[in-house]
């Protein structure tokens, strides 16, 4: 089983560029999420989708859209790339069943760096 | 605002060592105390949830404990193999995670 699919898993950028990190789950999980993972600050909740055409901000949104078009994929778009924004991205998933339990399958994260 | 606070940072074990990490909270309204283990350059992986004060949780060596103000992720005769980061997350209307301790178990 895949699980959650994240892509790419490193990613240079300089800053004011605009980039995608994608995002795919293969269990037919309603609820989708990114976090960023800095040292020291645990993860924080960037965005969140609980179905297909529903998306709602987490706790640290700015410079970050998404869109979630289907219910496998939840791209997370950077804008214009700061050095602010360098982190460690994690996309999560579950269903409402494991949302309820707390369960979160989460990808392997993907590492990003504006210089 | 929901806080979580994690303690110590990190933690250095010898194998069989026994310890405990602490989780700290502040909530209104706790809907579910979250426990993640995270490998070196792996996404979190859930290994339990409790909802209430006194609830207990185990898994081969681990053992989770509640209470109204904390919880308690104790670890039991420690292998090299649990070296690990581990979570805390608790849940009001989304999920606040803490910022980890980072167990280490020397053989």
């Known amino acids: 089983n895949a699980g959650v699919t994240q892509t790419p898993k490193f990613q240079v950028l300089k800053t004011g560029q605009s980039m995608t990190l994608q995002c795919a789950q293969d269990?037919?999980?309603?609820?989708m999420s990114w976090y960023r993972q800095d040292p020291g600050m645990g993860l924080r909740l960037i965005h969140y989708s609980v179905g297909a055409g529903i998306t709602d901000q987490g706790e640290v949104p700015n410079g970050y859209n998404v869109s979630r078009s289907t219910t496998e994929d939840f791209p997370l778009r950077l804008l214009s790339a700061a050095p602010s924004q360098t982190s460690v991205y994690f996309c999560a998933s579950s269903s409402p069943r494991d949302r309820g339990t707390g369960e979160l399958f989460f990808g392997e994260g993907s590492r990003l760096t504006v210089l | 605002e929901d806080q979580v606070t994690q303690s110590p940072e990190a933690l250095r074990l010898q194998e069989g060592e026994s310890s405990s990490l602490n989780c700290s909270y502040t909530?209104?309204?706790?809907?579910?105390l979250f426990w993640y283990r995270q490998d070196p350059g792996k996404g979190p992986e859930f290994l339990f949830t409790?909802?209430?004060a006194g609830e207990e949780k185990e898994k081969e060596r681990l053992k989770a404990t509640l209470t109204k103000k904390e919880s308690f992720l104790h670890i039991t005769a420690p292998k090299p193999e649990d070296s690990a980061t581990y979570l805390c997350a608790v849940r009001h209307n989304d999920m606040r995670f803490g910022a980890g301790t980072r167990l280490t178990v020397k053989p």
């Open positions: 269990m037919n999980h309603e609820y």
């Open positions: 409790l909802y209430s």
């Open positions: 909530v209104s309204g706790l809907r579910g």
